[in-house]
T-cell receptor, first 112, second 116 residues
Framework: SQQGEEDPQALSIQEGENATMNCSYKTSINNLQWYRQNSGRGLVHLILIRSNEREKHSGRLRVTLDTSKKSSSLLITASRAADTASYFCATAPQNTGNQFYFGTGTSLTVIP | EAGVAQSPRYKIIEKRQSVAFWCNPISGHATLYWYQQILGQGPKLLIQFQNNGVVDDSQLPKDRFSAERLKGVDSTLKIQPAKLEDSAVYLC??????????????FGEGSRLTVL
């Protein structure tokens, strides 16, 4: 399976704290993306990091990528109750035609 | 800009019945995907279209699932006959025709299928 795995499966923090979730994958990739899914809704794209990039920022989001370890992390700083959602990484393996494979997800709960 | 439209949002059927889901991607998006998301899991790619051609359907259970994208725009996903394990949310996503280094996916709200 080309599906990645997120760690932890579930995370509960207090509002204002930082949340870190990790993604591991198996094959060489062109890029890796992070998505958010609110309960009962579709997925929303958060950030994309290319295989030749090591770190990327977008607002309160910071993503790192270590291709030698085949892993990525998503850091959400100063979390808010509205950040409560499931977070998924999606990998675009090399030598495929724009296919994207999603991980198992991390369920984040931010307590007000 | 209108998003990805899917219908129906919810469907309840009995096993061995058939069901069809419809997706209208964002205008101009050449690539369309169907994903299956079982409760508590990540989305699993079922099929990918580029315009009206199939790029990848290696994970589509072809004995019961079929999909088409006529004229390279709308797409339908059909299940016949349905099994209990098909209970899931079926997500449609689209993206622009771009190189492998780009390609943000835009998702619809999904169609939730319950098979009794």
């Amino acid at each position: 399976s080309q599906q990645g795995e997120e760690d932890p499966q579930a995370l509960s923090i207090q509002e204002g704290e930082n949340a870190t979730m990790n993604c591991s994958y198996k094959t060489s990739i062109n890029n890796l993306q992070w998505y958010r899914q609110n309960s009962g809704r579709g997925l929303v794209h958060l950030i994309l990091i290319r295989s030749n990039e090591r770190e990327k920022h977008s607002g309160r989001l910071r993503v790192t990528l270590d291709t030698s370890k085949k892993s990525s992390s998503l850091l959400i700083t100063a979390s808010r109750a509205a950040d409560t959602a499931s977070y998924f990484c999606a990998t675009a393996p090399q030598n495929t035609g724009n296919q994207f494979y999603f991980g198992t997800g991390t369920s984040l709960t931010v307590i007000p | 800009e209108a998003g990805v439209a899917q219908s129906p949002r919810y469907k309840i059927i009995e096993k061995r019945q058939s069901v069809a889901f419809w997706c209208n991607p964002i205008s101009g998006h050449a690539t369309l995907y169907w994903y299956q998301q079982i409760l508590g899991q990540g989305p699993k790619l079922l099929i990918q279209f580029q315009n009206n051609g199939v790029v990848d359907d290696s994970q589509l259970p072809k004995d019961r699932f079929s999909a088409e994208r006529l004229k390279g725009v709308d797409s339908t996903l059909k299940i016949q006959p349905a099994k209990l394990e098909d209970s899931a949310v079926y997500l449609c996503a689209s993206s622009t025709l771009a190189g492998a280094n780009t390609g943000e996916l835009f998702f619809g709200e999904g169609s939730r299928l319950t098979v009794l």
